[in-house]
Every structure is written in structure tokens, then in C-alpha cells.
């Protein structure tokens, strides 16, 4: 069987996707890495292992990042997918949220790069596609060719959530009828193809999701398939002092990297984190860079400030993490039982991740605009000191390591391809 993978081209959404490759690859498949070249991410697809190709122009995401026009649009503005706010999510949120990223998945879906797509896919002859939920070029492809295709989650299902949303929108308003901006695209790209709409370009005949359940949405036409997170991190050599048990309690602090490759600032203050921290007695290991650090007069003397190092095998000795909210972190601090306190960013999911983890009672949020260093101190005093948050994360942990693997679903993968 031949799989083909489709992944928006930076480092989470690439180790996010990686798994299931390795899977399919160790049952005796070709699994291959398609789309277009991230100059500055082709290292990530690298350390996978897997084959990768590139097609179309050039995806350089940070470069596009710094020449974007501040404004109402997808990643700025009033109206940002990221919203969990339930009152918040008035008719024209809605509206204007899923229009806008509509908009960004046909940008990252141009004419010449699916004719390219097609025509490799017509001569590899892939048997299955497994794409990121960023990339509709994939489903395009695939519905083109009659090859049956399934999403994968790197984080909460944001698509489905507006798509859910949009639909009941249009459900309270039977007599707009304007185009749905979606089906109108699709229509006309699977079109160009010599195919039609199917429903199904929108979420996949079938969803992989490696994260908890909690962070599911209801009442979203997904079929979603559970399997187990698997962790990936950048290949280095473990510092022996990671796998060394802690004189202290120990606290991982990390913001990702998201942000700085998408968005290209941090969030929140890096200052304000480590003040916070300063004077407990805790050993801190925070992963931050000389940028992420030129803010800060003094790091404090608890505090152990790397450039990185490997989330999982680190997570294995901490009591806690504070982060900012992105999928593979917390699939890191599930699978490890580690209490999370959540100070959620507005790329994607991260809030609406940090709330549902605070209701299941494996975590607390910290919104943005209530950083200080006193309430960074506060959250992580009650994630140590009350015994509730360790004993749900163990419970979380338990969850997921019960959740099928994604060697266990190779055969489920194998049927869903014969199925043309």
C-alpha cells in the first residue's frame, strides 16, 4: 500500500503527523511526506525518517508571517478561531471567523500546486492520503483520484467547531441563501478534476485524533478514530541530568514554538513567568532562547533556562508544566501525568484546550490578560499542593495509554484504503 501524507509544513504539525507514517511504514508500506518545501522546516521532515517530496512554490511561512497587513483577517483582529467564549460567539463571530479561514486554506491551496499534486498522484497511484486539517489540497487530490483520505488532528478540532457553528447559523436562517464559501470552493477545484462535491472533503472520511477525549467537541459531523499520542520530539542526545531525579519538585515551563513560527512574537511575558517562579522551592527548567530571554534583567536562581530539550523524557521527573496551550504539549503532559497550568495563546485550539482540561481537573487556565507574576505563582502553588490536580492527570494518563496505538489501527488504515 502506498500512503500518501500531507502536513502543513512546520515542526508540530510535521512530528504531529509522524506517527502514524512510522506505523504504516514499520506493516511494510511506502509512506512519503508531499506538498510544498518550508525552507526553513526542511530539517523537520528529515528527522521523521520518512521520504518527502515537494511540489508547487515555496511555503515559507515566516516570510509570509512578516509581509501580512495587520487587519481583521485570520490570525489578527477581532475575529480569531482560537475564541471559546461562548457568549462571545455572536452571528457575525461566526460568519466572519469561517469565511476568513476558508480564505487562508484556499491560499494555502493554489491552481498550480493541486495540478502538480495530480499529476504525481495520478503516476504513484497512492492508496490512501492522510492529511493535516491546514492542507485541503490533500482531499482535493484524493477525491480527484478516488482515493479514500482521512484527517489527522494536531490539536482540538477548531474546523469542525466554525464548520458546526456556520451549519447551525445557515439552519436558524432559511431564507439566506448565498453559497456556502466552503462548498463553492471545493466545487470548483474537485471540478477542474472532473469530480463533485462530497461532503466528506471537509473532514475526511474518517478523523485520526491522538488526543484526549475531553477536547471533542459535540454535536460536529466528524468520525473520529482515537488512538494513543505518541511522542516526537527534535532528535538529540539527552543531557544525563534530564533522566537524574530532581532534589526538588521540578516544573517545565515552555511556550512552544508556534507562535514565533506563525505568529512571530511571544504572547505573553516572559518576565512576569519567571518572576512569578523565583522564589518557590521548586527547580524550574525552562525552554526558552536568547530572544525569549532578552526581557528578563535577571533569571532566577531556581530557574534552568536551555534552548531545548526533550519534552517527554523531561516531563518523566516534573510535578507540573506551565504552557501555552498547543496540542503536542499537552499530548507530551498527558502521557506523562504531569498537572498543566494552561496560559493559553490565539493561534488555535489553546484556550478552548486549557478550559476542558480545567474542567476535567487535570489543569488551570491563566488567560493572557490576568499574567502576573503573582497569579503564575498562585496557579502553579495549587497544581503542587493540591493532590486532586496530580490524581486526575494520573487518571488522564491511564485514559490515554488504554487508547488503541496507532500500530493497533494499521488494519483499520488498510480496510479504509481498500474501500474505493
Known amino acids: 500500500m502506498r500512503v500518501m501524507m500531507m502536513v502543513f509544513p512546520t515542526r508540530t504539525h510535521v512530528y504531529s503527523m509522524a506517527p502514524v507514517g512510522w506505523a504504516l511504514a514499520a506493516a511494510g508500506h511506502e509512506v512519503r511526506f508531499v506538498g510544498q518545501c518550508n525552507p526553513r522546516e526542511v530539517a523537520s521532515f528529515a528527522e521523521t525518517g520518512l521520504d518527502a517530496m515537494w511540489f508547487g512554490e515555496e511555503l515559507d511561512i515566516a516570510r509570509h508571517r512578516q509581509l501580512q497587513m495587520d487587519g481583521d483577517n485570520a490570525m489578527q483582529g477581532g475575529f480569531r478561531i482560537s475564541e471559546s467564549r461562548p457568549e462571545r460567539y455572536t452571528e457575525e463571530y461566526v460568519r466572519t471567523v469561517y469565511e476568513h479561514w476558508v480564505e487562508v486554506f484556499r491560499w494555502t491551496t493554489p491552481d498550480s500546486l493541486l495540478d502538480e499534486l495530480v499529476r504525481f498522484a495520478k503516476g504513484w497511484k497512492p492508496d490512501l492520503v492522510v492529511w493535516d486539517p491546514m492542507i485541503y489540497a490533500a482531499p482535493i487530490v484524493a477525491h480527484a ?34 453559497p456556502d464559501p466552503f462548498v463553492e470552493w471545493m466545487s470548483a477545484a474537485v471540478g477542474r478534476f472532473g469530480a463533485s462535491y462530497d461532503e466528506a472533503l471537509r473532514h475526511g472520511v474518517k478523523t485520526l485524533d491522538c488526543h484526549p477525549s475531553y477536547l471533542r467537541y459535540d454535536g460536529v459531523d466528524v468520525d473520529y478514530v482515537p488512538a494513543r ?33 506563525v505568529l512571530g512574537v511571544e504572547e505573553t511575558s ?26 528578563v534583567k535577571k533569571i532566577p536562581d531556581n530557574v534552568r533556562a536551555v534552548d531545548f530539550v526533550p519534552m517527554n523524557e523531561l516531563l518523566a521527573s516534573c510535578s507540573a508544566i506551565i504552557h501555552q496551550g498547543g496540542g503536542a504539549t499537552i499530548g507530551n503532559a498527558v502521557v506523562n501525568g504531569v498537572p498543566q497550568l494552561v496560559i493559553p495563546g490565539t493561534t488555535w485550539s489553546e484556550r478552548v484546550s486549557a478550559v476542558a482540561q480545567e474542567k476535567r481537573g487535570n489543569g488551570l487556565v491563566l488567560d493572557l490578560e490576568d499574567v502576573t507574576p503573582q497569579s503564575v505563582r498562585s496557579g502553579l502553588l495549587r497544581l503542587l499542593e493540591e493532590p486532586s490536580f496530580r490524581d486526575c492527570a494520573l487518571e488522564v494518563r491511564d485514559e490515554m495509554l488504554a487508547t488503541p496505538t496507532l500500530d493497533d489501527l494499521v488494519p483499520e488504515l488498510e480496510r479504509i484504503a481498500r474501500c474505493r
Do not use: C
Open 229 to 261: 499520542f505518541i511522542p516526537q520530539n527534535k532528535p538529540m542526545a539527552i543531557p544525563s541530568w534530564v533522566l537524574e531525579k530532581p532534589e526538588r519538585r521540578r516544573v517545565m515551563l515552555t511556550l512552544g514554538i508556534s507562535n514565533r513560527q
Open 145 to 178: 483520484l478516488g482515493v479514500p483520505h482521512l484527517r489527522m488532528m494536531y490539536a482540538a478540532d477548531q474546523t469542525a467547531r466554525i464548520a458546526a457553528q456556520y451549519r447551525d447559523l445557515r439552519a436558524a436562517h432559511p431564507e439566506d441563501t448565498t
Open 270 to 295: 516572559v518576565a512576569d513567568l519567571l518572576d512569578g517562579l523565583a522564589d518557590l522551592d521548586v527547580e524550574v527548567i525552562a525552554t526558552l532562547n536568547a530572544a525569549q530571554l532578552a526581557s
